[in-house]
């Protein structure tokens, strides 16, 4: 039988930029002709060069996919540019490494790059297009499912410096966005689950519809259909794509975003990111939210109930060891805190979220004591 799933397009419109980011299965091999036809036949022409930046891993896996759609135009192959995979490598002097060798392979202000791979791959690649030559433009082919329905849109680009993570960087756009949910076959089962966090956040503070099918078609989803997740990586982005349009560098709509990342980041750092995914991590922290939120009447107890236990189905939450005081100064030092306010993402019933600057330091105490105590208890 043939299946056909309709690819989604969902526009991304900011002052700064304006692109779409497609969602489909398979796409992969379509994404030649597509880059091509934005760029008005110039790759065919002869006017343009396209460069992939992707891993070893990735290429061997989705790179011949992806090449076999430029050979279709007539292209003998895509000029490489490789990172070893890993958050260690993302740092200035990978960029460095990196833009010494487009300038060695030629490339010019009109060469695209094509970012082929996770979060790491477009935070990297994107930096990279922001800076050579002053800004050169690049398309985004996310093959996790955290880049898919995160950061490969948005425009925030950077690496890690040793002070922080993603202290580095720029606002830089992709042209496009091309997201094959075929790619996250080959993804390890914790780094779905982990992306998946995300589109659970996104249902919660923006989405009940998707909310409710992420509690109803769990099983589905975590077994990679590709129907079930091409509707839930397109849901997920829409939600993103409507929340950057709106506030593109996060004066205030775009916070809500964080839903889980003020304790989760907290919690990252306190661990040295060895022992969560980022994902499981801002499901500890969208717990303590949800919880807090039941305790300021903002969500119902039933409605607390209900996000907690899908927060969970997309578990297991693997525990971790901090102190609930460690995390609580952690959080002072997130970089989302202006002026001294502590700003913190609760839910509002299911689908709607607030940003509220009064929590107390002794209510985000009591809620982070319970994950930690909780974590503590649960063998990683
Ligand atoms: N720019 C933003 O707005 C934004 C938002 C959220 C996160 N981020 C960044 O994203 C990064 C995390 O991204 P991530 O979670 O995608 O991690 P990642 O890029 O490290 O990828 C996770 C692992 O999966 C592998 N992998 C990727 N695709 C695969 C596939 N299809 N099959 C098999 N293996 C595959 C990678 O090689 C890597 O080992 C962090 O650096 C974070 O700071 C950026
Ligand atoms: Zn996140």
Redesign the pocket.
């Known amino acids: 039988m043939v299946r056909v799933i309709e690819n989604s397009v969902i526009g991304v419109r900011t002052p700064s930029a304006v692109y779409d980011v497609e969602i489909g299965e398979g796409l992969l091999n379509g994404v030649g002709a597509r880059l091509d036809a934005l760029l008005e036949g110039g790759l065919r022409a002869g006017r343009q060069r396209a460069f992939l930046v992707t891993?070893p891993?990735?290429d061997r896996?989705?790179g011949g996919r992806l090449e076999s759609g430029f050979q279709n135009l007539g292209f003998p192959g895509l000029t490489r540019l490789l990172v070893p995979?890993?958050?260690e490598h993302?740092r200035l002097i990978t960029v460095e490494r990196l833009a010494e060798e487009l300038a060695q392979l030629g490339a010019d202000r009109d060469s695209v790059l094509i970012a082929l791979?996770?979060?790491?791959?477009?935070?990297l690649t994107?930096f990279l297009a922001a800076i050579y030559m002053r800004g050169i433009r690049y398309v985004g082919v996310?093959?996790?499912?955290?880049?898919q329905v995160?950061?490969?849109?948005?425009?925030?680009?950077?690496v890690?410096l040793a002070a922080g993570?993603?202290l580095a960087g720029a606002f830089h756009h992709p042209m496009a966005v091309y997201a094959d949910t075929a790619?996250?076959?080959?993804?390890?089962a914790a780094?779905l689950r982990?992306?998946l966090q995300?589109a659970v956040k996104a249902g919660i503070i923006r989405d009940r519809t998707l909310f409710e099918f992420l509690e109803n078609h769990r099983d589905a989803v975590l077994a990679g259909s590709p129907e079930a997740l091409t509707r839930a990586v397109a849901a997920s982005v829409r939600v993103k794509a409507e929340v950057v349009s709106a506030d593109e560098r996060e004066g205030g709509l775009r916070m809500i975003l964080n839903l889980g990342h003020t304790l989760g980041h907290a919690i990252e750092a306190a661990t040295e990111y060895q022992q969560l995914?980022?994902?499981e991590a801002v499901a500890w922290g969208m717990i303590a939210a949800v919880r807090l939120g039941a305790r300021r009447g903002t969500v119902t107890g039933a409605e607390a109930e209900r996000m907690e236990r899908t927060i969970r189905a997309y578990g297991p939450l693997r525990g971790f060891t901090a102190e609930a005081e460690q995390l609580v100064a952690l959080t002072a030092r997130d970089k989302k805190n202006r002026s001294g306010t502590r700003s913190f993402v609760l839910p509002v019933g299911i689908g709607d979220a607030v940003v509220v600057k009064n929590l107390t330091e002794a209510e985000l105490l009591q809620a982070a004591q319970a994950v930690a105590m909780e974590a503590k208890g649960v063998s990683a």
């Open positions: 891993s891993e990735i896996l989705w995979a890993g958050e993302k791979g996770g979060g790491v791959l477009g935070d994107g996310p093959t996790t499912l955290l880049a995160d950061s490969s849109l948005g425009g925030k680009t950077g890690n993570k993603n790619t996250l076959a080959t993804l390890p780094e982990a992306g995300e995914l980022h994902g």
